[in-house]
């Protein structure tokens, strides 16, 4: 199989580790990626120089966090190319800032008899908060449909968005079926309508450039732990002009201007949306991380990943008794591959994999409805991204060889 060439693997502490007394392959970056050294040093660095509450503090070590966290929005706001600073602010995850978004905008602008357009690829994330505001709203789901190779069905999607429709809610990159889907189409139509878009990011920010100017999308959102950043960070990017129009969806400290016994009035956008201490070290973190990728570059990233996605897909597709889901042709697939062996429980696959330390995710990736959809219970999903090498696609495959072998002879 040979040694490992790709030159950003000494970058990962964990990754010379071992498991099961096997080299660690790790092929589950859509759940969590790992994290440079570069991260780790940025979390250690604010802790043993600089650690002090943000915003508050008038001496020298508060404004020093403060200034190293306010810089961070900048860096965001800069990496996803939105027009201020003021549209982006800090949560602890996606699921937070979708959440956010149906407390209150979906609160304040759905009502009775309106319709909310979904897909039926989405994560439980960017579902089931909307399918509980229809709940209370009394408000109608609609769900665009797919082609038979797994891609989002425009021809639908322009069937169910009409007048009617108040909020299309769609995920950028699936985290199944590895499909991008056309968000500046599905953008356009909706505010064709009247209606607005929100974006679930999670799986698009490490692997492909954003621009939510480009994508118009009204709400964008996403967390650090999926882009190399720490767990329990996560950011929402929405237009000014809609969040203006927002009331908090938490009160307490830091997100004030006035109180007084009867009446309080806010902070500016967005400290307003951000109420209490945040996850100062976390929002470092993600800084440090936004600065590895940039300086790995998206040539880099995007040529590393869609390569292994082609090797990992075309592998699997000579070996007899395996299903993918999502389209085969590797141009059209992100670096996320569902597939199950035939006869064989995901999870029993997945055991066996761990064996030879390779570390994949099996289960239905909370996204139950699009398991219905496609009439399995479960998949293994493996996911690469750009500090994983051919040889570990190879030793995955070698794995599922040997797995294939024992349960089915």
Known sequence: MGKPTNPYRADFPILTTEVNGEPLTYLDSAATSQKPQAVIDAITHYY???????????????????????????????????????????????????NWVVQTYGNQNIHAGDEIVLTVMEHHSNLVPWQQL???????????????????????????????????AVVQTSNVLGVTNPVQQLAALAHQH????????????????????ALDADFYAFSGHKMLGPTGIGILY?????????????????????????????????????????????????????????????????????Q???????????????????????????PVVAFNL????????????????????????CAQPLMQYLQVSATVRASVMFYNT???VDRLLAALTEVKEFFQG
């Open 238 to 306: 929405g237009k000014y002009s809609l969040l203006a129009q927002l009331t908090p969806a938490q009160f307490g400290g830091e997100m004030i201007d006035n109180v007084d016994w009867q009446t309080t009035t806010f902070a500016a956008i967005p400290q307003r949306f951000e109420a209490g201490t945040p996850n100062i070290s976390g929002v470092i973190g993600l800084g440090a991380a936004i600065t590895y990728l940039q300086q790995v570059g998206w040539p880099a990233i995007q040529a590393q990943e869609q």
């Open 308 to 334: 292994l996605t082609k090797h990992l897909l075309t592998g699997l597709t000579a070996l007899n008794g395996v299903s993918i889901y999502g389209p085969l042709d590797p141009a059209l697939h992100g």
């Open 342 to 365: 035939n006869g064989v429980h995901p999870h029993d696959v997945a055991t066996g994999l761990d064996m030879a330390g390779v570390e994949v995710r099996a289960g239905h990736h």
């Open 134 to 168: 229809a709940h209370r709203k009394q408000a109608k789901l609609r769900y665009i449909q797919l082609t038979s190779d797994g891609q989002l069905d425009l021809a639908d999607a322009k069937r169910l968005i009409t007048d009617k429709t108040k909020l299309v």
């Open 390 to 392: 051919t040889a570990e």
């Open 194 to 213: 009247g209606a607005i878009i929100v974006v679930d990011g999670a799986q698009a920010v490490a692997h492909q450039p954003v621009d939510v100017q």
């Open 48 to 98: 043993t120089t600089s650690n002090a509450n943000v915003h508050r503090g008038v001496y020298t070590l508060a404004a020093q966090a403060t200034d190293q966290y306010e810089a961070v929005r900048d860096q965001v706001a800069a990496f996803i190319h939105a027009k201020k600073r003021e549209e982006v602010f800090f949560t602890r995850s996606t699921t937070e800032s979708l």
